[in-house]
């Protein structure tokens, strides 16, 4: 898929497909995903690899999530997070106040967690094969 054929108005987040604990936070997005406003990409395809570049990203310094909104803007690591689950709505748009928490903080604990993740969470040989009703949202 080449950048230009993004779908619009979609916010896309690129995650790490092999990691248990994204895989999860994944599927809590899609279970909540009540507008149809996410579609997903692992970090590790080509598509993830070409939307880091285009956003100015260098992937030897990212691990994390990121959320992506073609033409509007991008977020990463906890400000990642609280977008998404702003966008979700719900009690779960009561995560902006964690804005409230000075940046440098919680990208330190996002950091940490990150970091361990493997350790705690555990990790796959490969990306996660979304099922046919899923296969929409993943984006290639």
């Known amino acids: 898929m080449k950048l230009s054929e993004l779908p619009k108005g979609k916010k896309i987040i690129l995650f790490d497909g092999v990691c248990n604990l994204c895989?999860?936070?994944v599927q809590f997005v899609i279970k909540?995903?009540?507008k149809d406003e996410?579609?997903?990409v692992p970090l590790q395809s080509e598509l993830g690899e070409k939307i880091l570049e285009h956003i100015g990203i260098d992937r030897e310094h990212i691990d994390s999530m990121v959320l992506y909104e073609p033409g509007v803007a991008?977020?990463?690591k906890s400000s990642a997070a609280i977008e998404i689950a702003k966008s979700l709505g719900g009690l779960?748009?009561?995560s902006v106040s964690f804005k409230l928490i000075p940046n440098f903080l919680r990208?330190?604990?996002y950091d940490y967690v990150a970091k361990n993740r493997y350790k705690w969470y555990g990790k796959k040989d490969s990306?996660?094969?979304p099922t046919p009703e899923l296969k929409a949202k993943f984006l290639e």
Request: contains cysteine.
């Open 23 to 25: 895989d999860s936070f």
């Open 32 to 34: 909540r995903d009540k």
């Open 38 to 40: 996410f579609r997903f």
């Open 74 to 76: 991008y977020f990463y």
């Open 92 to 94: 779960m748009s009561l």
């Open 107 to 109: 990208n330190k604990i």
């Open 127 to 129: 990306c996660m094969i």
